[in-house]
């Protein structure tokens, strides 16, 4: 979309994206950002997909597939190019996939210059459509509601899945739990922002490390359109998981002097209060007793 966009602008064309409707406003604002005009329609990409191409033909306009179309499939292709010219060491390569372009191209190049190179796409658990769709299996129910949704497409292209059968090695699944844990270990050790699609391939390393020891593995991180909103929740909660955020609930005396003790105890331990909510209505206790919840940073579980 952003790709799209940037170039109508630079050769003076107009340029119409249309996107589903729970689509994370970053991507929406970024695109407006290069002069497209952005319409949110449909529940899915391959809802969009059809409003898409009924807008085109009201409007005469030529329409563009985001992934199902051999010359987008090239373009993406430039990836693997890009890569192995950089590290042609490299021997295995992990792609996220949604309609399959730019593992589709990426393979093309690499299988290409490099036979014996090994291929893995990545799906979420969520909507592994073309994992399907390859392995001759029944559909499963698709859903599309993940932290991953740049690549929860329900609908694989017939040019990339062709494309795919023959040189792809296998589609790996992750959960949203591999996701999430992805994003908050590229930002915490790389300092890279990655959305949840964007970090899918980081996710496959973790969750099948057998396959990929002892290999020279290029994975690719493909998007950081991330809510700011979502990055922040993602990462706060990767500090609850390594227990550096922790809340206490704690019964109490209803006595003046009681909380600031309570405050003062925690201080000394080391951890610093982010948040102390004192309720003395919506529980069970005594009425001359409260409960207090204190959401503390800390130093770790110990």
């Known amino acids: 979309a952003q790709g799209v966009a940037r170039h109508g602008r630079r050769l003076g064309l107009p340029v119409v994206i249309v996107m589903p409707q729970s689509t994370p406003f970053s991507k929406v604002e970024r695109t407006e950002a290069h002069g497209a005009e952005v319409l949110l329609r ?22 563009v597939h985001p992934y199902d179309d051999p010359v987008i499939v090239a373009g993406q292709g430039t990836v693997a190019l890009e890569m192995l010219e950089d590290r042609p060491e490299i021997d295995t390569l ?22 014996d190179m090994r291929v893995f796409g990545v799906q979420t658990e969520l909507c592994p459509s073309m994992r399907a769709l390859l392995r001759g299996e029944p559909m499963p129910v698709l859903r599309t509601h993940s932290l991953a949704d740049g690549i929860a497409v329900k609908t694989p292209g017939v040019v990339t899945s062709e494309i795919l059968k023959q040189l792809l090695d296998d589609v790996l699944l992750v959960d949203e ?21 964007g970090a ?19 994975v690719v991180v493909c998007g950081g359109n991330i809510d700011r909103r979502m990055l922040s929740t993602v990462l706060l909660r990767g500090l609850k998981n390594d227990g550096k955020i922790a809340k206490l609930r704690i019964s109490i005396q209803d006595l003046p002097g009681v909380l600031a003790r309570v405050t003062q105890m925690i201080g000394a331990a080391g951890a610093d209060i982010i948040d102390i909510e004192h309720q003395r209505l919506f529980n069970n206790l005594a009425p001359r007793q409260a409960e207090l919840d204190v959401v503390m940073e800390t130093r770790g579980r110990a």
Do not use: N
């Open 200 to 218: 899918a391939g980081v996710a496959a390393l973790l969750r099948h490390p057998s396959l990929f020891a002892g290999r020279d593995v290029g």
């Open 42 to 63: 449909g529940e899915s990409v391959a809802e969009s997909t059809t409003y898409a191409k009924q807008l085109a033909a009201e409007r005469g306009l030529a329409f």
């Open 94 to 115: 992990v792609v996220p996939i949604g309609g399959g372009g730019l593992c589709a191209g990426m393979a093309l190049w690499a299988k290409h210059v490099r036979p």
């Open 177 to 197: 739990t591999d996701i999430e844990t992805a994003v908050q270990l590229l930002a915490a050790q790389q300092k890279v922002v990655a959305e949840g699609a």
